[in-house]
């Protein structure tokens, strides 16, 4: 068989990834390749354009919000002419402005600011490249877009208006372990989804996108593309 692994942000940022990876490669049988977040978006790319198929050639954007980066591509078939990774992620906001384990208007606006921030430089030359169709991929924003279509508070596209009517229902449940309530998110997600938020609020409002598709596929795709 023929496999290829990698290691993505939490690899590339962990302390300790030299004696992780030996344990991890003789376990696998196989190395561990550690790729940059340059590399990790333009294989993100390579996948999201296999699954969503565009007879008009047009210009993608492609936003993968992962633990503990989010990466943003441009596209245009199989060309990738403009890929920024921003360390930000559903896991480190979460851990970052929502470990008190309340959800409130001022931990989101906190986090959604940072996320604004974070996003400065590719705010300014992104829109320069331009698109014209916006899509998402990877489990948080698979995850938004199931709690808005099951919650009623949104559609199949991810709009801004609806972004906030869940971060305002995210508000009126008050607590991190309530959000087990909510139709369409999976156990494992529940302390994640709020910081995985946050960031999609911010890439939206930062890159002023009116609405985002979403793929079904992303890096493990593009890998084995």
């Known amino acids: 068989a023929s496999v290829r692994a990698v290691g993505t942000n939490t690899l590339r940022k962990a302390k ?3 004696s992780f990876l030996k344990k991890a490669e003789e376990a696998l049988g196989h190395p561990i390749e550690i790729i ?19 007879a008009q050639g047009r210009k993608r954007l492609v936003v ?12 245009k078939e ?3 002419p403009a890929v920024e990774s921003h360390y930000m992620g559903c896991v480190s906001f979460s851990k970052k402005f929502f470990s008190d ?3 409130t208007r001022k931990n989101f606006t906190k986090a959604t600011l940072a996320a604004r921030q974070e996003l400065v430089k590719t705010s300014t030359t992104f829109p320069k490249v331009g698109w014209e169709v916006a899509l998402g991929a990877s489990g948080t924003i698979k995850a938004i877009q199931s709690i808005l279509v099951e919650e009623g508070l949104g559609s199949l596209g991810i709009t801004l208006p609806a972004l906030y009517r869940l971060r305002d229902a995210m508000i009126d449940l008050g607590e991190v372990d309530a959000l087990e309530k909510l139709s369409g998110l999976k156990a ?3 302390p994640v989804i709020a910081g995985g938020l946050a960031v999609l609020i911010g890439v939206f409002e930062g890159l002023d996108i009116s609405e985002m598709k979403v793929s079904d596929m992303a890096l493990r795709e593009g890998v084995l593309y």
């Open 64 to 75: 993968d919000i992962g633990g503990g980066s989010t990466e943003v591509i441009i596209g």
């Open 36 to 54: 940059s977040g340059r590399e990790e978006g333009r294989l993100i790319y390579v996948g999201v354009a296999h699954s969503v198929f565009d």
């Open 16 to 18: 300790e990834s030299k």
């Open 101 to 103: 384990g309340k959800l």
């Open 78 to 80: 199989f060309d990738v």
């Open 188 to 190: 494992e997600r529940v």
